[in-house]
């Protein structure tokens, strides 16, 4: 089944510690990208990937790191997470931006 | 600035009726526009693309149309049901990356 899989589904965590979420797709996409969502505010991209080894800046990427070693796997890393980050995280893959994007099922994030 | 708007208020309409929806854009010259489906708790699906060069798109009981020059979309539902309740999504070609708008709240009551 073709599927972006992400984990974990909810974390609870506190300020400064170190955490990464997994996201994964099995479906050969070369682009692939990780957005955050807030009331009021929809989904805003914090990075997105081209290809392995080609990642670039979203519009909220301030506290956020990614990497793409491999083109299945693009992993969420948060180093030193702050309340402000307390969101729920998708990630999403796609042949290319102009074709549709498939998104996983969301990690709900709360940094206390 | 570049801005993504849809209705922010919810659309409450009558079970059989045709929902419209809006998505405006501006200071954006997109290639394309797609529109996603998102239900509670859950990531957005895909429904639909529309490409600059075409005006109208169809899948079933969906309809978008995208106009370049009033910088406008529009998404229809016809014969609509209490299962399409959900929040809709626009998104737009904003070079290397996809822009979502905020989206607009659907309800279908019977």
């Known amino acids: 089944e073709a599927q972006v899989t992400q984990n974990p589904r909810y974390l609870i965590t506190v300020t400064g510690k170190k955490l990464t979420v997994t996201c994964s797709q099995n479906?050969?996409?070369?682009?692939m990208s990780w957005y955050r969502q807030d009331p009021g505010l929809g989904l805003r991209q914090i990075y997105y990937s081209m290809n392995v080894e080609v990642t670039d800046k979203g519009d909220v990427p301030e506290g956020y790191k990614v990497s793409r070693k491999e083109k299945r796997n693009f992993p969420l890393i948060l180093e030193s997470p702050s309340p402000n980050q307390t969101s729920l995280y998708f990630c999403?893959?796609?042949?290319?931006?102009?074709?549709?994007?498939?998104f996983g099922p969301g990690t709900r994030l709360t940094v206390t | 600035s570049q801005k993504i708007e849809q209705n922010s208020e919810a659309l409450n309409i009558q079970e059989g009726k045709t929902a419209t929806l809006t998505c405006n854009y501006t200071?954006?010259?997109?290639?394309?526009l797609q529109w996603y489906r998102q239900d509670p708790g859950r990531g957005p699906v895909f429904l639909l693309l529309i490409r600059e060069n075409e005006k109208e798109k169809r899948k079933e009981r969906l309809k978008v149309t995208f106009d370049t020059t009033l910088k406008q979309s529009l998404f229809h539902i016809t014969a609509s049901q209490p299962a399409d309740s959900a929040t809709y999504l626009c998104?737009?070609?904003?070079?290397?990356?996809?822009?979502f708008g905020a989206g607009t709240i659907l309800r279908v009551k019977s």
């Open positions: 200071n954006y010259s997109p290639a394309y």
């Open positions: 479906m050969n996409h070369e682009y």
């Open positions: 999403a893959s796609g042949p290319s931006t102009d074709y549709e994007q498939y």
């Open positions: 998104a737009l070609e904003g070079g290397n990356k996809l822009v």
